[in-house]
């Protein structure tokens, strides 16, 4: 390439400016002259605002420091204030030995000087250095600048997990930094090998289509065969280009710079972009491609993670409902069993004193005894049948504020037969300072009547009975625990005993501690117990102040 460079020569003697003139033209440099520091500056500023097409920018000043209106440093601070010109360098002439000049000179930003006289190589040599430097700094400009147009594209394209929009994103960047007038994203079918174009960007426009390459067809399918980069600057005279795609979509491909995608060496794909708008595709182009590759391959490969990793979720959740489900269904089963269980004996128990009844000739007494029994197994089914219904009773109804003390009462008023027949004595210690809670106040005593009887059903030889009520600070509730000095439960026992049906007792239902467990929970609180074998019991009942109305 010939030195086009343009060179402003500012001098307020003409030959100076004449001499500098012929040397520079002989080396091939364009001079524009400018007498004064006035017209410098007009010819500075005249440049900016001619459009940049037409513009014939200055790219290097040579300024001599002594002049009439407006003196050299002056001139080189305006150069260097100005956000659109600094970056012209700027070789300042200064008179012999004038140190001081040649020192602030460089202070306020000349990029280097030359002292009068001067030797003809030696300005040609500053100058061509001088630009040497200009034409670095400005490849590292524009290197900057694709540098932060790519980080952008690749913070788009990195942080979408979205297959179409990584590809659609990926693409629209590529080819803006590249200058092409087209690309297009290939992958690669993991069960067929097949090359599919994924997305095809010609002039503003993206197109799906879903042609599919041979493996070894095409630019791309030879660039993904070999496993590196392909440039091909006369696609139309390749025997491997492939011109189905170009027929299809109406286009004339000229020149493809192809990269494969690759995932820890496995190659997934292929980038290809085509026509380079403004020259021939170089090495630079290929740098930036196989950057961007790079990237888009990472982006993908995220994607594809966080696709398995979502299906993985769903299976999770789907199979989990799966056993919450399979989890109920059998939970029914051993209810269902242990009803028809429960109601089997009783029903068994019946359907024999009736046959007997009726199919033997009995005398008065013995039908009477059988017909008794049968009224007692009914009596049973229809305990259990009440219970049971009870057991489901859902509803809030009936919530009131309750005072707990009041229920206690209630509840020892009605057993009092039963406990001083059983022998048992009451000890009580109340909280004084017990709030209402808000309860069903026949629930709740249904629930302490429970723990008053099964404890009398513990103590066969009689004993003691506590009852106490706290405020369980830490809890934000209440407690009221029933402790019996009766036979106690084993560590296996406390495991069933709110199971509906578990029972230990000849006669009993099972299902008191269950229904009553039920209560509890519906009123936002628990029952808990505590006990060691042959040393009685505790059941204690939390329950919450503030439940809801
Ligand atoms: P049921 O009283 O009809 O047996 P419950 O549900 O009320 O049914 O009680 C279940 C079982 O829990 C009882 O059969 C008994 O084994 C045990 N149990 C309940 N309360 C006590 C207690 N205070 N002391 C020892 N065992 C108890
Ligand atoms: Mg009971």
């Known amino acids: 390439m010939t030195n086009k460079a343009n060179i402003l020569i500012v001098d307020?003697?003409?030959?100076t400016v004449e001499m500098i003139s012929f040397l520079l033209e002989s080396q091939g440099y364009a001079v524009i002259p400018a007498y004064s520091g006035t017209e410098a500056l007009e010819i500075l500023q005249q440049g900016i605002q001619e459009p940049v097409e037409?513009?014939?920018p200055i790219d290097l000043v040579i300024l001599d420091v002594r002049m009439p209106d407006v003196d050299g440093h002056e001139i080189c601070q305006a150069i260097k204030q100005d956000n659109h010109l600094k970056y012209i360098p700027v070789i300042m002439v200064t008179g012999l030995g004038s140190a001081e000049d040649t020192a602030r000179g460089l202070a306020i930003g000349a990029d280097d000087y030359v002292s009068k006289p001067f030797r003809a190589q030696e300005l040609v040599a500053r100058v061509k250095a001088m630009l040497r430097v200009r034409a670095m700094e400005q490849e590292?400009?524009?290197?900057?600048r694709e540098l932060a147009a790519l980080n952008e594209i690749?913070?788009?394209i990195t942080s979408s997990l979205d297959l179409d929009q990584i590809l659609s994103q990926a693409m629209h960047g590529i080819r803006e930094i590249l200058h092409v007038e087209a690309g297009s994203l290939l992958l690669l079918g993991e069960d067929n090998g097949l090359l599919e174009f994924k997305k095809i960007l010609s002039g503003s426009q993206e197109r799906i289509v879903g042609f599919r390459l041979k493996p070894g067809e095409g630019i791309a399918g030879h660039a993904v065969q070999k496993g590196g980069p392909l440039l091909v600057l006369d696609a139309q005279n390749d025997p491997r280009f492939c011109p189905r795609v170009d027929e299809a979509i109406g286009f004339v491909t000229r020149s493809v710079l192809c990269v494969p995608l690759k995932v820890k060496d496995k190659i997934i794909g292929a980038i290809e972009v085509i026509n380079k708008l403004n020259g021939q595709f170089d090495e630079n182009d290929l740098w930036l491609l196989n950057y961007m590759a790079g990237s888009v391959a990472i982006a993908l490969e995220n994607a594809r993670l966080y696709t398995e990793l979502s299906d993985f979720a769903r299976e999770l959740e789907k199979s989990q409902a799966q056993l919450v489900q399979a989890e109920k269904l059998a939970a029914m089963g051993r209810l269902a069993a242990s009803i028809a269980h429960e109601i089997n004996n009783p029903l068994q128990a019946i359907h024999n004193c009736l046959h007997l009844t009726l199919k033997k000739p009995l005398n008065e007494e013995k039908k009477n005894r059988y017909l008794g029994m049968a009224q007692e197994e009914v009596e049973r089914l229809i305990t259990i049948v009440q219970r049971m219904l009870e057991f489901y009773r859902p509803s809030k109804e009936g919530m009131a504020p309750t005072d707990v003390h009041t229920i206690i009462e209630n509840v020892l008023t009605l057993s009092s037969k039963r406990l001083q027949h059983g022998k048992i004595t009451v000890t009580k210690k109340l909280a004084s300072d017990l709030p209402p809670i808000s309860a069903v106040r026949d629930q709740l005593k249904q629930v302490f009547l429970n723990l008053v009887i099964n404890a009398v059903e513990a103590m066969p030889q009689g004993g003691e009975l506590r009852i106490e009520t706290k405020l369980s600070g830490d809890e934000d509730g209440l407690s009221v625990a029933f402790t019996d000095t009766g036979v106690g439960l084993s560590e296996k026992e406390?495991?069933?005993?709110?199971?509906?049906?578990f029972t230990t007792k000849a006669t009993g239902t099972g299902l008191g501690l269950s229904v009553s467990y039920g209560i509890i929970e519906r009123h936002g609180?628990?029952?808990?117990?505590?006990?060691?074998l042959g040393k009685g019991a505790t059941f204690t009942v939390h329950l919450p102040l503030n439940s809801t109305t």
């Open 140 to 144: 590292l400009l524009q290197h900057t």
């Open 494 to 501: 406390q495991e069933n005993i709110f199971e509906p049906f």
């Open 54 to 56: 037409r513009r014939s």
């Open 154 to 156: 690749n913070k788009a």
């Open 12 to 15: 307020d003697e003409v030959e």
């Open 525 to 532: 609180g628990r029952i808990k117990v505590q006990s060691e």
